[in-house]
């Protein structure tokens, strides 16, 4: 079938094989090859393979229509990248937003591209956070929000009503974040001028959400892996919120899906997939391989240690993107439970997963780890990221000492 390559990007018409759909058939789509980079683009068609293997040459009426669809759809795909790459503002969002643009001019149109492309490439987590954003939107102001519409006093109103319902502002700062997100994708391609855009320095400017970021002592740490509570549930999602912990903070994604092809002698090799897709260089990751981490893995770990084979056994390779994010998330819900539970038995409110990593962070650069060091064990793209990222929790260091400035108890 069709195949087209413009000044290294390349487009081609293919089977997508790796996965029967219910009717027996495989997706037909369209693939997009760009510096090494593939992404997958839908052309709502299905086939067996039999079918596929004589389309070019068919005669059969049904299938000469299939054939007629997916070249429509194609060259419709082609002529956008034809466009964009004589224009010089290549990239995938561009064209994302293109092909949205083909269908609409609007905002609503945008998130759906958005998602569409996320659900695709397997960020299924980033892919919520857009869905959430977008069916909120759609809740404030309907289903055609053009972009002209979105001015600064509409921001502006839309972060009151947000207000109003209860949002908190960390919620509210990743909606409107998604909104920036997807103007400056459609400035790119000019379908917002610059005189349109909202955002920025004298215009509208996204609030900050702060959650609390919460960072243990090596007490409190201590309190929480010897708490028992004669449940193994409490004891196994105790142990994996503390491998977390030792493992450079790793966050609950990447753990479960550590493979034993990770270990390497006596150390854990993996890379965040938080920035895996957005980081030009791709840092690997190394985390020091203790015996209260072997110990754990002996324990909860899969007993089959093939390299294939996921260290965890909560996942086995055969789900799809979305399957495997529900499964993560139900094992964080459960993580996050057992957190609750203990902290309230210790007294130390707001445990969850994310505390493993600030702690992680914290208990180092209160032990003096330099931190370049810090920063090169988190996965940090620069040094200003890890001290931005630190500073927030000497802050509260800071207004917990405080308090004993004061404490004068009674004589």
């Not at 001028?193 to 243990?216: D, H, I, N, T």
């Not at 903070?249 to 990447?254: Q, S, T």
């Not at 931005?388 to 000497?394: G, I, K, N, V």
Request: hydrophobic share 35%; net charge positive; proline share 2%.
């Amino acid at each position: 079938m069709d195949a087209y390559v413009l000044n290294g990007i390349s487009i081609a018409l293919f089977l997508d094989n790796r996965r029967e759909i219910k009717t027996g058939n495989y997706p037909v789509k369209i693939r997009i090859t760009y510096k090494r980079d593939r992404k997958y683009y839908s052309t709502g068609k299905s086939l067996c393979v039999q079918d596929w293997e004589k389309i070019e040459k068919t005669k059969n009426s049904e299938l000469l229509n299939v054939k007629k669809d997916l070249q429509i759809s194609f060259e419709k795909v082609r002529n956008a990248v034809q466009t964009l790459e004589s224009e010089g503002r290549f990239s995938f969002d561009a064209l994302n937003m293109y092909l949205g643009k083909c269908t609409g001019e609007t905002l609503n149109m945008a998130f759906k591209a958005k998602i569409d492309t996320l659900i695709e490439s397997g960020s299924i987590g980033n892919s919520d956070v857009y869905t959430s954003a977008f069916r909120y939107l759609e809740k404030y102001a309907g289903s055609k929000v053009t972009f002209d519409s979105v001015t600064i006093d509409w921001l502006k109103r839309y972060e009151k009503a947000m207000v109003e319902d209860g949002k908190s502002y960390t919620t509210i700062s990743i909606y409107i974040r998604c909104i920036r997100a997807l103007f400056n994708d459609a400035k790119t391609i000019g379908v917002v001028k610059e005189a349109q855009y909202p955002f920025g320095r004298g215009k509208y400017e996204v609030p900050s959400g702060k959650g609390r970021k919460l960072a243990l002592s090596l007490q409190q740490i201590k309190q929480i892996i010897n708490f028992i509570d004669g449940f193994e549930a409490t004891e196994r999602y105790r142990d994996l919120w503390f491998f977390s912990y030792l493992c450079n903070g790793i966050n609950v994604n990447d753990m479960l899906k550590l493979k034993y092809s990770n270990i390497d002698g006596d150390e854990i090799h993996f890379y965040r997939a938080k920035t895996i897709h957005t980081s030009k260089e791709k840092k690997e990751i190394e985390a020091l391989l203790t015996p209260e981490m072997k110990q754990i893995i002996e324990k909860w770990g899969n007993p089959d240690k093939s390299p294939n084979n996921y260290i965890f056994p909560f996942l086995t390779g055969e789900e799809t993107p979305l399957q495997q994010k529900r499964t993560i998330q139900d094992v964080t819900h459960r993580i996050n439970k057992r957190l609750k539970k203990i902290g309230e038995a210790i007294g130390i409110s707001g445990l969850s997963t994310y505390s493993a990593r600030h702690s992680f962070a914290s208990v180092l650069k209160r032990s003096g780890a330099n931190i370049a060091y810090i920063s090169e064990s988190l996965g940090h793209s620069d040094l200003k990221t890890t001290e931005t990222y630190l500073a927030s929790f000497e802050k509260e260091e800071r207004i917990k000492n405080a308090a004993f400035l004061t404490n004068f108890g009674e004589d």
